[in-house]
Each structure stands twice: as structure tokens, then as C-alpha cells.
């Protein structure tokens, strides 16, 4: 099925081709993406077995030039910048002075500047959060005439390899200039998926002709947004809005692992007082993995509750998982039900349905470690 273009929405640099390939197109973040193509079961299984390709041009790009724009930026965010190696990627996000999130992100330092990536819905209010706090310690280029590609699963290597030979040295969470087929490029070895893959950013005007070279390839078909949703939980990764907003804090979300030792025992990031005191002495709730029993999967926003029937949390993402071949779901519930294995029960029209609590990620981990 190909919808017509819908009005006020903005369209990628690759609105064209989603179109000619039959991606059915809907309204997500301002822009009009496609959701599926020949179905998001087929599609996330593709993904897990062969190789993805997703448009994730309307993500925010940037650069980030300036002398000490390494320990600028990190008076926005808990993630270690200043001792980044050149060339590598760190995963941090903005927080507030409650310690809430205001959006998580991608941070990459280059030989001269660091490189930005930043989710869609946030990206306005972002890059104008850095103009407004970070102006005159440093200097932002927004990237708005680049797309950005996401290349996941475990033959993407492979057809990296053999578009761009010099992809194969990438470890993880690594950063390069390339040519793909003689398309300049960045690519970076990341990606949101739990696979190995590669995001590419790539000047708006060669998009499309990178992504026909990509899809020529016969480990390889278009993704859209359903599955990416899809094979983002089975890799217990949040979706900002959903499992991570401004209410909730780093340590809450679980994601203490993204704060170095010495930004947890120095601070100097917005709500550092309340998010060192968390990791001092504990959070009352936190972001969990939960597997529904049954067949019925649990949506965003259903009641979880002790085996008693007391409310003791909320499901933030939730849905069926192709590759776990049942339902699966994130939420948040009260620290004294967090630990794996503890048995809870999901309100699902109105009917209390056994679920417990379970490790993430689903699916297992397949980055490339070297």
C-alpha cells in the first residue's frame, strides 16, 4: 500500500523511495515515516537474521565546535565527555534539575568537534536547551542537510565489507569518515536494535542513492518504524517519551551505567545533587524487564500489581516479540518488586493476568565486540 503524502508533516530526504517501495506511511514525530512495508513480523524477523535498513533521517544532527566544548557539553549531561577518545561514541542525555531526562542521545568525538545525534521530538528543544546554557563556550552547526541510515543485523558487516572494505576495522561505538560505493560518508558501528549494524550519515542530496545501493544488496530489506519499536524492546533499550521522560531519572531507568565514576563522585550536570543522593542511597522504583505468562500482551500505561492486587507500577513499553515468540514489556515498579523473578500480575481489561519480573534484554546482545 503507498498513502498519499500527508499534509504539515515534514518528509526525509528518502520520502520518495518509502513511497516506490510501498512503506505504509504514518504522522510520527512531525515527519511522515513509514511504519511497515510487507509487515513488521517479517520485517523484525529479517532484521534478527539477515540485515535491516532503516531511515532515521528525521533524528537531529550536529557538531559541536570549540576548545573545551568537551567539558561544556558535560555541564548538560551525566555522561563522560571530557575523556572520550577521539573516535569513539558514548550514549548520555540531557537531564534537569530534578534530574529527570529531557531527552537521551548520542555523543561522538571527531578529530576537531564532537558530533551529535538526538531524537526527533526533542531535537528543537534541544538544540536551542545548548544555544541557551552553552553559547559563547562553544559553537553549534545543526546538521539539517544530512540524512542519517541505520544498517542492523548480523550481515551487516558483511555488506559493509564489501561496499566499504575499511567498515571492517570498526570496533563498537566507533566513529570514521567512509565511502560506501564512492558515496562519502560518516559511519559510526552502533545502532538501537541489540545487533551489530552501522548508522551512516550521509549529505540529504546522495540519500537516496546510498539507500538503492544498500537494498541492491540481497542481505538486505527496508525496515520501518514498527519493527525498529519491535527489536528496540526485545533489546530492553528505552524509548524516550515512553520509558524515559522528565520524570524519570537516570538511576530510576536503570541506567547507572552510563555515568562514569568520576562524573558520579564529581556532579556538575543538571540534578546531580538528586542523582548522586539516588545512587547513594537507592531509588523507591525502577525500570524492569516484564514477561507477561500468558499470550496477551501488555500496552503502554497498564497497571502492574503485587500478587495481592495492590498497584505497585506501570507498563511504559509493551508488545508482542517475534524473536521471543511472546509478549514482552518494560515498566517501572516499586524497588521491593525489581528483582528477577519476582511474580506480579498486569491489568489487562480489567482481568489480572501472571506475569514476573525478568533480566533485560530479551534478546541477546549481538554488537561486535572485536
Not at 67 to 94: H, K, N, Q, S
Not at 239 to 259: C, F, K, M, N, V
Not at 348 to 367: C, G, M, N, S
Request: aromatic share 6%.
Amino acid at each position: 500500500m503507498t498513502d498519499a503524502p500527508s499534509e504539515n508533516l515534514k518528509r526525509t530526504p528518502l520520502d520518495s523511495l518509502h513511497r516506490e517501495l510501498g512503506g505504509r506511511m504514518v504522522p510520527f514525530a512531525g515527519y511522515d515515516m513509514p511504519v511497515q512495508y510487507e509487515g513488521i513480523m517479517a520485517e523484525h524477523l529479517h532484521t534478527r537474521g539477515h540485515a535491516g535498513l532503516f531511515d532515521v533521517s528525521h533524528m537531529g544532527q550536529a557538531r559541536l565546535w570549540g576548545p573545551d566544548a568537551d567539558a561544556a557539553f558535560e555541564t548538560l549531561v551525566p555522561g563522560d565527555v571530557v575523556e572520550l577518545p577521539r573516535g569513539r561514541i558514548r550514549y548520555t542525555m540531557f537531564t534537569n534539575d530534578a534530574g529527570g531526562i529531557l531527552d537521551d542521545l548520542m555523543i561522538a568525538r571527531r578529530d576537531d568537534h564532537l558530533f551529535l545525534v538526538v531524537n526527533a521530538a526533542c531535537k528543537d528543544a534541544d538544540f536551542a536547551h545548548i544555544e541557551a546554557k552553552l553559547a559563547g563556550r562553544l559553537k553549534m552547526e545543526i546538521l539539517a542537510d544530512r540524512a542519517l541510515l541505520a544498517l542492523q543485523g548480523p550481515e551487516a558487516a558483511k555488506v559493509m565489507a564489501r561496499l566499504a572494505p575499511a567498515s571492517a576495522a570498526m570496533p563498537f561505538m566507533s566513529i570514521t569518515d567512509i565511502k560506501i560505493a564512492g558515496i562519502g560518508c560518516q559511519a559510526t558501528r552502533s545502532g538501537y536494535t541489540g545487533e551489530d549494524g552501522f548508522e551512516i550519515s550521509v549529505p540529504a542530496a546522495r540519500a537516496e542513492e546510498l539507500a538503492r545501493t544498500l537494498l541492491a544488496q540481497p542481505e538486505v530489506k527496508p525496515i520501518g518504524l514498527g519493527a525498529r519499536d519491535s527489536l528496540r524492546l526485545e533489546a530492553g533499550l528505552c524509548l524516550y517519551g515512553s520509558d524515559i521522560d522528565e520524570t524519570t531519572t537516570p538511576i530510576e531507568a536503570s541506567l547507572l551505567w552510563t555515568i562514569s565514576k568520576r562524573r558520579r563522585a564529581q556532579g556538575g550536570f543538571p540534578g546531580a545533587a538528586v542523582i548522586q543522593k539516588q545512587i547513594a542511597e537507592g531509588v523507591s522504583r525502577r525500570r524492569v524487564g516484564i514477561l507477561p505468562e500468558g499470550k496477551a500482551p501488555a500496552r503502554a500505561h497498564t497497571v502492574v500489581t503485587d500478587e495481592a492486587g495492590a498497584p505497585v507500577g506501570e507498563i511504559t513499553s509493551g508488545g508482542y516479540g517475534p524473536s521471543v515468540g511472546g509478549p514482552v514489556a518494560m515498566g517501572y515498579v516499586e524497588t521491593a518488586f525489581a528483582a528477577p523473578g519476582t511474580p506480579l500480575q498486569l491489568i489487562v481489561r480489567e482481568r489480572a493476568l501472571p506475569a514476573r519480573v525478568v533480566k533485560l534484554p530479551f534478546t541477546e546482545h549481538r554488537y561486535f565486540k572485536g
